[in-house]
């Protein structure tokens, strides 16, 4: 029995020491959780704390956000209401801009009254003078006497925008010291576009209706064919007026005439143009290319309508659509005009020139009927009888072209007649001269005698107008019988007098200032418009 409790005892020893072995495990385990309990509870306490945090950074932003979006709903019932309002504002802006439509209208028409007035008050016929400068070609033909002289070799200034004075002193001759007033005299140094200002506000009037002509007037020599056209030689393409200073008066009316139908659109007429010259006392139609005629031109007659106006029966026109085709045509039709070299001027001018410009119209009335003209036509020739100039004539090719009259418009899309709305006159005249002077002969000589005797019938007629003869010489000859409408109707008429500076054509100077003295003596009646409605104003 005690070797058995020894026994016993020893594994009692045994387990005791195991069980110690095993309590020392647990102590250290417990302590090693007890430090992870520690860390677990610190990290619970900062994770509590963050979360506070972020819960109040949520609730801020949830209350901002529930300002803004009340804040939102404020502004769009805001906005809603602006609009509602702005609908009402546009509602009362649409009937004010009726009321200011009509009486833009009434004022339109006051406009126009006006302009139109503020025209006639300028003069019935408006003379205008221009005075070109004194040319190296000037120099060279005055003769040694003057050329030595310490008198001025000019004879004709303009001392301000209205006035001309003349001084020439000659040997053996009373001194000569005149002025002339004129609407405006233009001095050697004003460029073309100063002349066309004073001419642009009668393509105004064109396009309210009124008929419009613009004469050129002078000596050979004297600056006619600058003023109207400008250049002689037009070699480069056609340009836009504003980058051509040069230009002249047909070229720049061609260029406002078009910009001024593009501004209305709506209602813009259609341009036609007709080119004429009055040669040796005979009317050419210088656009028609007829197939019995050895030259082009082709010669025509002036008739009388029943309504007493002067037209030319078949006389050829082309429509037109822009200014670069406005002038290639005028251009190709120059080339057609009769010159003669002579010791004035190398490249002078034999014939009157015309250019017509027609603007017609859709009808404004129901009946067709109403919208023809009657001609009394007389009986024409099979064939016209062409041209035989002395210079000889540079043939072209065939245009399309319309011979329609103007007094029996032309035809529209829809197979109705169109009214003439207004025509636009380019008169390019042949200068006077001397014969001693240019130093003509033979055919050219016979030229200058048509030439002259054709410019007396026009100062003819206008000192019949001037003194109220019960008898106007127009029949006289071609070139007043043509413009019989212009000079004793209704357009309104503007004449351009060209004069040279010089002492050598002081004679001549004087007798176109004379001849642009008469002319504003002439009273007519006040200038009419056409039957169509008048145009938007410009």
């Known amino acids: 029995m005690t070797g058995k409790s020894s026994h016993a005892a020893t594994r009692f020893c045994l387990l005791c020491d195991e069980q110690e072995g095993l309590q020392r495990g647990t102590r250290s385990s417990l302590a090693q959780l007890c430090r992870v309990i520690q860390k677990v509870k610190q990290d619970r306490k900062e994770l509590r704390s963050s979360s506070l945090d972020l819960l109040r950074d949520c609730q801020g932003q949830q209350q901002d956000c529930g300002s803004e979006i009340v804040t939102a709903v404020q502004g769009a019932q805001r906005h809603h209401e602006a609009v509602l309002a702005w609908q009402s504002k546009a509602g009362c802006l649409e009937q004010s801009l009726r009321e200011t439509t009509e009486r833009y209208q009434l004022e339109k028409q006051k406009r126009k009254q006006l302009h139109n007035r503020l025209v006639e008050l300028k003069g019935n016929i408006r003379v205008h003078c221009r005075i070109r400068p004194a040319l190296p070609f000037d120099k060279e033909s005055e003769d040694p006497l003057s050329q030595n002289s310490s008198v001025s070799a000019e004879v004709a200034h303009a001392v301000d925008d209205e006035t001309v004075l003349v001084r020439w002193d000659r040997p053996g001759h009373p001194w000569i010291n005149k002025t002339y007033n004129f609407e405006r005299v233009y001095g050697p140094a004003e460029s073309q576009r100063v002349v066309f200002e004073e001419v642009c506000p009668l393509l105004t009037s064109l396009l309210d209706g009124y008929n419009v002509c613009i004469m050129a007037y002078g000596q050979t020599g004297s600056g006619k064919s600058y003023t109207m056209m400008g250049p002689h030689s037009r070699k480069e393409p056609v340009l836009p007026v504003e980058s051509q200073g040069d230009l002249g008066i047909i070229p720049r009316a061609a260029e406002e005439l078009f910009r001024l139908i593009s501004e209305n659109p709506s209602r813009s007429p259609k341009v036609a143009v007709s080119v004429v010259e009055v040669y040796n006392n005979d009317i050419f139609d210088l656009l028609a290319k007829d197939s019995c005629a050895v030259t082009s031109g082709v010669k025509r007659e002036v008739l009388t309508t029943k309504a007493g106006k002067k037209e030319i029966p078949s006389l050829t026109y082309e429509s037109v659509h822009s200014t670069e085709e406005f002038l290639t045509l005028v251009d190709g039709r120059l080339r057609l005009r009769a010159k003669h070299a002579t010791l004035v001027h190398a490249d002078s001018s034999r014939s009157h020139l015309i250019i017509t410009v027609t603007l017609t119209t859709a009808p404004s009335w129901d009946s067709p009927a109403n919208r023809q003209s009657d001609v009394s036509l007389l009986k024409e020739p099979d064939c016209p009888s062409p041209r035989q100039p002395a210079t000889g ?82 029949r006289n000859s071609k070139l ?50 056409g039957r169509v409605a008048p145009r938007t104003p410009r």
């Not at 032309?410 to 002077?437: F, I, N, R, W, Y």
Request: glycine fraction near 10%; proline fraction near 5%; hydrophobic fraction near 40%.
């Open 480 to 529: 007043t019988h043509l413009l019989q409408d212009v000079l004793g109707g209704d357009a309104k008429l503007l004449v351009i007098l060209c004069v040279s500076p010089c002492r050598k054509h002081a004679a001549e100077t004087l007798q176109s200032l004379g001849f642009g003295t008469r002319a504003r003596q002439v009273q007519r009646g006040p200038a009419r418009a």
């Open 393 to 474: 004539r540079r043939h072209s090719a065939a245009h399309r072209t319309s011979s329609w009259s103007p007094g029996a418009a032309p035809e529209g899309p829809t197979g109705h007649m169109e009214q003439v709305h207004a025509k636009l006159q380019l008169v390019d005249l042949a200068g006077s001269e001397c014969a001693g002077v240019s130093g003509v002969t033979g055919a050219a000589l016979r030229e200058t005698s048509f030439i002259n005797r054709s410019l007396a019938a026009l100062a003819d007629v206008l000192g019949a107008l001037s003194e109220r003869r019960g008898h106007v010489p127009y």
